[in-house]
C-alpha cells in the first residue's frame, strides 16, 4: 500500500496538537520510497506515526473483528486515502475511508477511485477484495509511551481472545487469529531476529548478512512457563493445564518446538518448558517442514506466544491501564513483568562469527548493532504486499557512517520482485533525508502552539548536510553553540592576540574565515 493522504478532522489522543492537520503525500511507484518526518522534539511527529495506527485500527475493527478486536480511539473522526494492491484483481486500487459525526453519531464513509472519480462502496466491498493494509508495524527507538499504546491495545486484546478460546469447546480447537498491529520494542525484537535466521533461506539471508558482523545463528534457547508463580490460576475443565491455558493450535506449537530443538527439558510442577537449539541443517529441516511459511511464519508464532505475556499482568492493572490510555492519559506506564515470568522468552542467542572459530552473545552487540538487528531483521521477515511500517527514529543509536547507509541498505534488502509497501519514519539527523526528494520530506513545526507541516525550502536528495540542517531543524551556522557564542564574541570585541590564540584550536569553517578576516583588518588598523 501507499498512503496518499491522512486528514485528522478531531481526536482526543496527542492533547489535541493533530487536530484539523490533513497532510497529502506524493503519488510514489511501487518501489521503496519511504516518507520522512522531520523537526523538534515535541513538533508532533511520534504523535502523527500514532494517530495514524489509530485510524487504521479503528478502520480494520469496524471491517474485520477477527483481525482487530478493540481499537484505542473509538470517537477519533478522520479521512484517509490510500492505493492498496488487489491480489483479487491483480492491480492497485486507490481507496477513500472517512468517519465523521452526523448528528449524533459516528458515520463511515468508503469509496474506491474508478475512472478518476471516486464511487461510493460498502465496508463489505473492501473487506471481499481486501483493500486494506495486511498488517501495520510499529517500530520506537525508546520508551516511547504514545506509539506503543494501540499496538498495546491490539496485544492485550489477542491475549485475552486466547484466554477465552481455551475455556470454551466451540473454540478451542479453532486457530486465534493475531492482530494486524505487530510492535516491535525491547521486549519483541529477539522473535524477529532469531526468526530471520532461523525461516530464511540463504539466498533471502545473504543481503543481511552483507549489513552485519556475524555470520549466522549459533544456538538459543527458548523458554515456554505456563504454571510458575506468576501465572493466573483458573482452569479449564477442558484442559489439564493448571496456569495459563493455551488453545490447541498453541499446544501443537510446543510440539513442533520440541520436535526441533536440539533436547529439551519440562518440569511439571510449573508446566515449563527449556528447548535448546543447536542450530543446523537439520534444525532448519525441521523449521521448514512445521513452518512453511518460512520467517514470517516463525515469526508469527513467536509473536503470539509473546502476546500471551499479558496474562502474567493482573487484570485489575491491565484494566486501568486500557482505560487511562482509552481516555487520552498517558502520566502512568504499563506494568511490566520481570522477564524471568514472562510465559515465552527467547535467551541466550550466540551468533557465528565472521572470523573462523568465533562466536558472539547477541546481547553483547552495541546498541547500534541491536537496532541494525532489530530493523533489517523486520524489513527482511515482512516481505508481504500492503505492509505499513511506521517507525519512530529507527537509526537513532546509528554511527554517522551508518546513518548515511540507512536508506541503501532498506532498499537492498528489499526483494527484486516488487511488492507494494509503504514505511513513514521519523529521524532528528540530516542523513536520512539527504536520500530522498523533498516532496517525500515533511517538516513539523509548532508555530504559536499552532502545528505546521511543510516541505524543505530546497531540494533535499543529495543535499550537503548543512543545508538540509538549516532547511529542516532551523541550525545556522551547523556548528555547535558553544563554538559559535566564543566565535562571536571573538568576532564583537576580542583582541588580534586573542583572536590569533583561538584561531589555534578552532576547526575550518566559515565562521574561522571570518575572524581571519577579522584578525587582518584588527592589525591593518593597529599599522595605520
Same mark, same amino acid.
Given at each position: 500500500?501507499?498512503?496518499?493522504?491522512?486528514?485528522?478532522?478531531?481526536?482526543?489522543?496527542?492533547?489535541?496538537?493533530?487536530?484539523?492537520? /490533513?497532510?497529502?503525500?506524493?503519488? &510514489?511507484?511501487?518501489?521503496?520510497?519511504?516518507?520522512?518526518?522531520?523537526?523538534?522534539?515535541?513538533?508532533?511527529? +511520534?504523535?502523527?506515526? *500514532?494517530?495514524?495506527?489509530?485510524?487504521?485500527?479503528?478502520?480494520?475493527?469496524? $471491517?474485520? *473483528?477477527?483481525?482487530? &478486536?478493540?481499537?484505542?480511539?473509538?470517537?477519533?473522526?478522520?479521512?484517509?486515502?490510500?492505493?492498496?494492491?488487489?491480489?483479487?484483481?491483480?492491480?492497485?486500487? /486507490?481507496?477513500?475511508?472517512?468517519?465523521?459525526?452526523?448528528?449524533?453519531?459516528?458515520?463511515?464513509?468508503?469509496?474506491?477511485?474508478?475512472?478518476?472519480?471516486?464511487?461510493?462502496?460498502?465496508?463489505?466491498? $473492501?473487506?471481499?477484495?481486501?483493500?486494506?493494509?495486511?498488517?501495520?508495524?510499529?517500530?520506537?527507538?525508546?520508551?516511547?509511551?504514545?506509539?506503543?499504546?494501540?499496538?498495546?491495545?491490539?496485544?492485550?486484546?489477542?491475549? =485475552?481472545?486466547?484466554?477465552?478460546? @481455551?475455556?470454551?469447546?466451540?473454540?478451542?480447537?479453532? !486457530?486465534?487469529?493475531?492482530?494486524?498491529?505487530?510492535?516491535?520494542?525491547?521486549?519483541?525484537?529477539?522473535?524477529?531476529?532469531?526468526?530471520?535466521?532461523?525461516?530464511?533461506?540463504? #539466498? *533471502?539471508?545473504?543481503?543481511?548478512?552483507?549489513?552485519?558482523?556475524? @555470520?549466522?545463528?549459533?544456538?538459543? &534457547?527458548?523458554?515456554?512457563?505456563?504454571?510458575?508463580?506468576?501465572?493466573?490460576?483458573?482452569?479449564?475443565?477442558?484442559?489439564?493445564?493448571?496456569?495459563?491455558?493455551?488453545?490447541?493450535?498453541?499446544?501443537?506449537?510446543?510440539?513442533?518446538?520440541?520436535?526441533? +530443538?536440539?533436547?529439551?527439558?519440562?518440569?511439571?510442577? %510449573?508446566?515449563?518448558?527449556?528447548?535448546?537449539?543447536?542450530?543446523?541443517?537439520?534444525?532448519?529441516?525441521?523449521?521448514?517442514?512445521?513452518?512453511?511459511?518460512?520467517?514470517?511464519?516463525?515469526?508469527?508464532?513467536?509473536?503470539?506466544?509473546?502476546?500471551?505475556?499479558?496474562?502474567?499482568?493482573?487484570?485489575?492493572?491491565?484494566?486501568?491501564?486500557?482505560?487511562?490510555?482509552?481516555?487520552? #492519559?498517558?502520566?502512568?506506564?504499563?506494568?511490566?513483568?520481570?522477564?524471568?515470568?514472562?510465559?515465552?522468552?527467547?535467551?541466550?542467542?550466540? $551468533?557465528?562469527?565472521?572470523?573462523?572459530?568465533?562466536?558472539?552473545?547477541?546481547?553483547?552487540?552495541?546498541?547500534?548493532?541491536?537496532?541494525?538487528?532489530?530493523?533489517?531483521?523486520?524489513?527482511?521477515?515482512?516481505?508481504?504486499?500492503?505492509?505499513?511500517?511506521?517507525?519512530?527514529?529507527? =537509526?537513532?543509536?546509528?554511527?554517522?557512517?551508518?546513518?548515511? =547507509?540507512?536508506?541503501?541498505?532498506?532498499?537492498?534488502?528489499?526483494?527484486?520482485?516488487?511488492?507494494? *509497501?509503504?514505511?513513514?519514519?521519523?529521524?532528528?539527523?540530516?542523513?536520512?533525508?539527504?536520500?530522498?526528494?523533498?516532496?517525500?520530506?515533511?517538516?513539523?513545526?509548532?508555530?504559536?502552539?499552532?502545528?505546521?507541516?511543510?516541505?524543505? =525550502?530546497?531540494?533535499?536528495?543529495?543535499?550537503?548536510?548543512?543545508?538540509?540542517?538549516?532547511?529542516?531543524? !532551523?541550525?545556522?551556522?551547523?556548528? #555547535? %553553540?558553544?563554538?559559535?557564542?566564543?566565535?562571536?564574541?571573538?568576532?564583537?570585541?576580542?583582541?588580534?592576540?586573542?583572536?590569533?590564540? @583561538?584561531?589555534?584550536?578552532?576547526?575550518?569553517?566559515?565562521?574561522?574565515?571570518? $575572524?581571519?578576516?577579522?584578525?587582518?583588518?584588527?592589525?591593518?588598523?593597529?599599522?595605520?
Amino acid at each position: 500500500m501507499k498512503l496518499k493522504r491522512v486528514h485528522i478532522i478531531s481526536t482526543n489522543s496527542c492533547d489535541g496538537l493533530l487536530k484539523g492537520l /490533513d497532510v497529502r503525500f506524493p503519488d &510514489r511507484s511501487s518501489d521503496f520510497d519511504p516518507i520522512c518526518l522531520v523537526g523538534p522534539n515535541g513538533s508532533g511527529k +511520534s504523535q502523527f506515526l *500514532q494517530a495514524t495506527a489509530e485510524i487504521f485500527q479503528s478502520i480494520l475493527h469496524h $471491517l474485520d *473483528q477477527g483481525a482487530e &478486536r478493540d481499537e484505542l480511539n473509538q470517537t477519533c473522526q478522520f479521512e484517509v486515502e490510500y492505493s492498496v494492491y488487489c491480489k483479487k484483481q491483480k492491480k492497485v486500487m /486507490d481507496v477513500f475511508v472517512g468517519r465523521k459525526m452526523k448528528g449524533r453519531s459516528l458515520t463511515w464513509d468508503f469509496k474506491i477511485n474508478s475512472k478518476g472519480h471516486y464511487e461510493i462502496i460498502s465496508g463489505e466491498y $473492501l473487506v471481499e477484495f481486501q483493500l486494506y493494509p495486511s498488517a501495520i508495524i510499529g517500530y520506537t527507538s525508546g520508551g516511547n509511551e504514545t506509539l506503543s499504546a494501540p499496538f498495546y491495545v491490539s496485544r492485550a486484546a489477542y491475549a =485475552e481472545a486466547v484466554r477465552q478460546a @481455551a475455556f470454551d469447546n466451540k473454540y478451542m480447537t479453532k !486457530e486465534v487469529q493475531d492482530g494486524r498491529l505487530i510492535y516491535i520494542d525491547h521486549d519483541t525484537h529477539q522473535e524477529a531476529f532469531v526468526a530471520n535466521l532461523l525461516g530464511n533461506s540463504i #539466498s *533471502q539471508l545473504r543481503p543481511f548478512l552483507k549489513l552485519t558482523n556475524f @555470520a549466522d545463528l549459533l544456538s538459543f &534457547r527458548i523458554i515456554v512457563q505456563l504454571a510458575h508463580g506468576a501465572a493466573p490460576g483458573a482452569r479449564s475443565k477442558n484442559s489439564k493445564r493448571k496456569g495459563v491455558q493455551l488453545t490447541m493450535e498453541l499446544e501443537a506449537v510446543l510440539d513442533y518446538l520440541q520436535s526441533c +530443538s536440539t533436547c529439551y527439558l519440562y518440569e511439571e510442577e %510449573t508446566e515449563s518448558y527449556t528447548f535448546d537449539f543447536l542450530v543446523s541443517d537439520a534444525t532448519r529441516e525441521g523449521i521448514d517442514l512445521y513452518w512453511q511459511g518460512g520467517a514470517n511464519d516463525v515469526f508469527s508464532t513467536f509473536h503470539k506466544l509473546s502476546m500471551l505475556n499479558d496474562l502474567i499482568l493482573k487484570r485489575a492493572s491491565r484494566n486501568k491501564y486500557l482505560s487511562n490510555i482509552k481516555n487520552g #492519559s498517558y502520566a502512568a506506564k504499563l506494568p511490566r513483568p520481570s522477564e524471568d515470568d514472562f510465559v515465552f522468552r527467547i535467551e541466550g542467542i550466540k $551468533l557465528k562469527s565472521k572470523q573462523k572459530k568465533l562466536s558472539g552473545d547477541y546481547i553483547a552487540l552495541s546498541d547500534g548493532e541491536h537496532q541494525r538487528a532489530q530493523i533489517f531483521s523486520m524489513f527482511n521477515i515482512l516481505r508481504g504486499e500492503n505492509i505499513l511500517f511506521l517507525l519512530d527514529e529507527p =537509526e537513532s543509536h546509528f554511527n554517522p557512517k551508518w546513518r548515511v =547507509e540507512f536508506i541503501r541498505a532498506l532498499r537492498e534488502l528489499m526483494p527484486k520482485k516488487k511488492i507494494y *509497501q509503504d514505511c513513514i519514519l521519523t529521524t532528528h539527523s540530516p542523513f536520512v533525508p539527504s536520500d530522498m526528494k523533498k516532496e517525500n520530506v515533511f517538516v513539523f513545526r509548532k508555530d504559536k502552539g499552532i502545528l505546521k507541516v511543510t516541505h524543505p =525550502e530546497n531540494q533535499t536528495y543529495g543535499a550537503r548536510f548543512d543545508r538540509i540542517l538549516e532547511d529542516c531543524f !532551523e541550525i545556522n551556522p551547523p556548528i #555547535s %553553540t558553544a563554538a559559535f557564542n566564543e566565535i562571536d564574541k571573538l568576532m564583537k570585541s576580542g583582541s588580534a592576540k586573542e583572536i590569533e590564540v @583561538a584561531l589555534e584550536y578552532i576547526a575550518n569553517s566559515v565562521e574561522r574565515a571570518h $575572524l581571519i578576516h577579522r584578525l587582518t583588518k584588527l592589525k591593518s588598523e593597529v599599522v595605520n
